[in-house]
């Protein structure tokens, strides 16, 4: 079992900056592939990054490259994800999850434990 605690949203104009934690409790996380989703107002959850639990292998949704960068810190069992020159469309609540092993995927069914979420608003 993990448990996942998301901490780090807020809010911030456009072109800022915010860095999110995703801080877990719990044995055996550094061997779990992390995620980062986001979910909007009337929209369905999509995939923004993974990581997996070595750290040596990385994802991004087209949306985001260039711009987040994910990272984890096995020792803190904390994933990170830095968010650099947000845009309106960003605004969102930030989810992260963990699935054992594996790649970093996008698939939202492929994660087994979620977090509660922390919102990103990025105004104009």
């Known amino acids: 079992q993990v448990q996942l605690v998301e901490s780090g949203g807020g809010s911030v104009q456009a072109g800022g900056s915010l860095r999110l934690s995703c801080s877990a409790s719990g044995r055996s996380f550094s061997t779990y592939t992390t995620g980062w989703f986001r979910q909007a107002p009337g929209k369905e959850r999509e995939f923004v990054a993974a990581?997996?639990?070595?750290?040596?292998?990385?994802n991004y949704a087209d949306s985001v490259k260039g711009r987040f960068t994910i990272s984890r810190d096995n020792a803190k069992n904390t994933v990170y994800l830095q968010l650099n020159s947000l845009k309106p469309e960003d605004t969102a609540v930030y989810y992260c999850?963990?699935?054992?092993?594996?790649?970093?995927?996008?698939?939202?069914?492929?994660?087994?434990?979620w977090g509660q979420g922390t919102q990103v608003t990025v105004s104009s």
């Open positions: 990581i997996r639990w070595s750290g040596g292998s990385t």
């Open positions: 999850a963990v699935r054992p092993n594996g790649a970093p995927v996008s698939g939202a069914r492929q994660y087994d434990y």
